[in-house]
């Protein structure tokens, strides 16, 4: 039975950025496959929102301001345990800028994460000192929005935390999982489905939705 796309949800693309696709500083396996996928599903939507990592070049999420770190090692912060990155999606390089070929000439706002110092971001909701909010939350309120439909990168982190906040928000998740690729640090992306899960997100496939 395919999915009926209503005038009132919402597409949510996750992180398209340059540093998360192949040749970038924190690339997502397989993570140009899904671009002429979350394309064609955007053309269901009339409602199109797009995320932005966007960090100062010393945001404490990078590995390089921790000198005896390496990438994908733990500190531990104010707010609690994080994970240390390449550099990535520093504010205003190529490698922050929205992939050329995402073509979505419809999308009505871009938000950008991450772009305290002190905070990293991964969720669209709210930052990671589960305290910070982005305002997308009022956004979609102001907007009467219905279903969210969340695809991009990377299903572990910013996709699954975006779809466990937007349903703490009250609204109707579903995670197009086709649509996502993920880092899977870890046991990360099988720990993410299963957290997403009891957040009540709906997981499904592309072709529920465009038949």
């Known amino acids: 039975m395919t999915i009926e796309i209503q005038p009132n949800d919402m597409l949510v693309v996750v992180d398209m950025q340059n540093d998360f696709l192949p040749g970038g500083s924190l690339a997502v396996s397989g993570g140009d496959e899904i671009v002429p996928l979350i394309n064609t599903l955007a ?118 935390w975006t779809a466990i906040d937007g349903s703490a928000a009250g609204y109707d998740v579903t995670v197009i999982e086709d649509a996502t690729r993920a880092i899977d640090n870890g046991g990360s992306l099988a720990k993410a489905w299963a957290d997403m899960a009891d957040a009540d997100v709906k997981r499904v496939q592309s072709k529920e939705i465009l038949g």
């Not at 770190?69 to 733990?74: G, I, S």
């Not at 990155?85 to 922050?96: F, I, K, L, N, S």
């Not at 997308?136 to 982190?157: K, S």
């Open 43 to 160: 053309k269901q939507f009339t409602n199109v929102v797009f995320t932005q990592d966007w960090h100062p070049a010393d945001h404490l999420s990078f590995a390089s301001q921790h000198p005896d770190k390496n990438p994908f090692e733990t500190v531990e912060l104010p707010y609690g345990t994080q994970v240390l990155w390449p550099d990535h999606c520093v504010w205003a390089t190529h490698g922050a800028a929205l992939s050329v070929d995402i073509d979505i000439p419809h999308g009505q706002l871009i938000l950008r994460k991450g772009f305290r110092r002190e905070i990293d971001s991964y969720s669209a909701f709210q930052e990671a000192d589960r305290e910070t909010q982005t305002g997308l939350a009022g956004y979609l309120n102001e907007r009467d929005v219905g279903r969210l439909y969340i695809v991009g990168l990377a299903t572990d982190y910013c996709v699954g």
